[in-house]
């Protein structure tokens, strides 16, 4: 049955006389004996908003939009309005109480769980989940940072503090100032680490938090705020540090983490993940730790042979990402970014900070006569 003979046949026989309204008793026969091309989980919201009203009737108006929103693909913000409204609440049991589940969907309820601070969103994810496409972004990112700091590894015979050798500034990914016009340095300097205890942190928070992340939202979202994180810290330390270079892919990290927990914290009273507030601790422990380091680095004496040490102004760049633009993707679950005020807000504040970096790169060096180390 298609959404115009749906809509007709609810019309017909559940409202002839065109009062507006549907009784919810008839509302929800209809749906039970009728083969609606509906997923358990829309099948259930539909019911929940027959039976929350309390006068037992359901407007009918709501309900086209309702119904045309489940139809399609994605859920339109008239579909989630309807939902939230009256805060209703789905007939059947949460996702926790689901039993009978095997390891991976397991693993999904798991991720609704720790990303979704809603029911209606958990169970709508958990319905909806499809293993394909699997979350590549954040996995080929991590291995090809793995991959890269092996290779510098071996060539360098240098594990540790990587950025001491003299070879390792020469490399065409790492960010320095005085090569500000090869513009893809702005981006591959995620691929270099200072050493390994760089690389294992920033690895470890991809995997933890960015692999849900990228299951729950999508590739191109969870992309977009990575990449982001990783422009804005470039550029920010061209700004704020303009004789340092930047290694290490901590400007998009830090996106990530600072998007979830502010998530998290807007949503505190929904978040069902145990430990929540421990967990958090740890996270701004171990984020303000790497943060000391990153600073330490920056302003200890070098080695005779090396230059100066990588800033850590990145880190802070990608945090501020994380709350302004992460938060606003990761607040609109299944919800078209683009029919956001706030998302057109956030993006225009990104888009003039892009226009100034750049303008800045091109004159404020030669204006204000900055002494850039000479490139290695």
Partial sequence: MDRSSLLQLIQEQLDPENTGFIGADTFTGLVHS???????????????????????????????????????????????????????????????????????????????????????????????????????????VTLAQIVVFLCYGARLNKWVLQTYHPEYMRSPLVYHPSHRARAWRFLTYMFMHVGLEQLGFNALLQLMIGVPLEMVHGLLRISLLYLAGVLAGSLTVSITDMRAPVVGGSGGVYALCSAHLANVVMNWAGMRCPYKLLRMVLALVCMSSEVGRAVWLRFSPPLPASGPQPSFMAHLAGAVVGVSMGLTILRSYEERLRDQCGWWVVLLAYGTFLLFAIFWNIFAYDLLGAHIPPPP
């Fill in 34 to 140: 009728h083969e609606l091309p509906l997923d358990p989980a829309k099948l259930d919201m539909l019911v929940a908003l027959a039976q929350s009203n309390e006068q037992g009737q359901v407007c009918y108006q709501e309900l086209v939009d309702l119904v045309s929103a489940t139809i399609s693909s994605k859920r339109s913000s008239s579909f989630k309005r309807a939902i939230a409204n009256g805060q209703r609440a789905l007939p059947r049991d949460g996702l926790l109480d689901e039993p009978g589940l095997g390891v991976y969907k397991r693993f999904v309820r798991y991720v609704a769980y720790e990303i979704l601070p809603r029911e209606v969103d958990r169970h709508w994810y958990f319905y909806r989940h499809r293993s394909c496409p699997p979350p590549v972004f954040m996995a080929s």
